[in-house]
C-alpha cells in the first residue's frame, strides 16, 4: 500500500513534442506528490510538486495532473528538449511521527532526440 | 549556502568486507535519508535519521547500519559486503516541519562497488 507505481520505464520523444510519466499510489494517506529529475552522475532534484486539492500544477514547461477519484497523477513536458534528458522520479510524501515519508516510483529514462 | 555533502565519491571494496559512508545534511536540516540506488532500479528507501534517532528503516537485511550524530552528519555502514551490495548510495537531507513538503535534498551520492 506504500507502494507508487510508475510508467513507462523509459521514453524517447522528438525534440518539441510532449513527454508523459504516469504514476499510481493506493495509499490515500499520500498528501504530496513531488517529481525529481536526476541527471548522469547527480543525486536527484525537485522538480514540481503538488497537494491532493490541487487538480493541475504547472511551472514553465513542467506540468502536474492530478486525478484524486483515480489515485493518479502524471508530468507532463511541453516542447520537450534535449536537456530534458534525464531520469524522472514520482513521488509520494506521507507525515509519519512529525517526519515526512517519500515513497519514490521507479523512475523512467527520457531521452530527448534532437 | 553548500549543499548536501557525501564521502567518499568512489569506494571499491571486496566480498565480506565493510564500508562506510558518510552524508553532511544541509545546515538546519536535522533529517538525514539514505537511499540505494542500484543499476536500472528506483531509489530504494534504506534509513531516516531525525534529532540523533533512527525513526525507520527500509527492508534491508541488519548489516546495513548507521547513526546520526550530534551535529546531524550522519554514516551509513554496510557489513559482509556482498555482490549486489554494488550502487549508488544516496543521502539525503530535510527540514522537518511536521508537514508534508516532498522535499528532499540529495547529494551526489557515493557509489559503491564490491567485487
Known amino acids: 500500500q506504500q507502494q507508487v507505481k510508475q510508467s513507462p520505464q523509459s521514453l524517447i520523444v522528438q525534440k518539441g513534442g510532449i513527454s508523459i510519466i504516469n504514476c499510481a499510489y493506493e495509499?490515500?494517506?499520500?498528501?504530496?506528490f513531488p517529481w525529481y529529475q536526476q541527471f548522469p552522475g547527480k543525486g536527484p532534484a525537485l522538480l514540481i510538486a503538488?497537494?491532493?486539492?490541487?487538480s493541475e500544477k504547472k511551472e514553465g514547461r513542467f506540468t502536474i495532473s492530478f486525478n484524486k477519484s483515480a489515485k493518479q497523477f502524471s508530468l507532463h513536458i511541453m516542447d520537450s528538449q534535449p536537456g530534458d534528458s534525464a531520469t524522472y522520479f514520482c513521488?509520494?510524501?506521507?507525515?509519519?511521527?512529525?517526519?515526512?515519508?517519500?515513497?519514490f516510483g521507479q523512475g523512467t529514462r527520457l531521452t530527448i532526440n534532437p | 549556502e553548500a549543499g548536501v555533502t557525501q564521502s567518499p565519491t568512489h569506494l571499491i571494496k571486496t566480498r565480506g568486507q565493510q564500508a562506510t559512508l558518510r552524508c553532511s545534511p544541509i545546515?538546519?536540516?536535522?533529517?538525514v535519508y539514505w537511499y540505494q540506488q542500484a543499476l536500472g532500479l528506483g531509489l530504494q528507501f534504506l534509513l531516516w535519521?531525525?534529532?540523533?534517532?533512527?525513526?525507520n528503516r527500509g527492508n534491508f537485511p541488519p548489516r546495513f547500519s548507521g547513526r546520526q550524530f550530534p551535529n546531524y552528519s550522519s554514516e551509513l555502514n554496510v557489513n559482509a559486503l556482498e555482490l549486489e551490495d554494488s550502487a549508488l548510495y544516496l543521502c539525503?537531507?530535510?527540514?522537518?516541519?511536521?508537514?508534508?513538503?516532498?522535499?528532499?535534498?540529495f547529494g551526489e551520492g557515493s557509489r559503491l562497488t564490491v567485487l
Open positions: 535519521y531525525d534529532e540523533g534517532e533512527e525513526r
Open positions: 503538488i497537494r491532493p486539492d490541487v
Open positions: 495509499n490515500t494517506a499520500f498528501d504530496y
Open positions: 539525503a537531507s530535510s527540514l522537518e516541519t511536521g508537514r508534508s513538503t516532498g522535499e528532499l535534498f
Open positions: 513521488a509520494a510524501s506521507i507525515s509519519l511521527q512529525g517526519a515526512q515519508k517519500l515513497v
Open positions: 545546515s538546519g536540516h536535522t533529517s
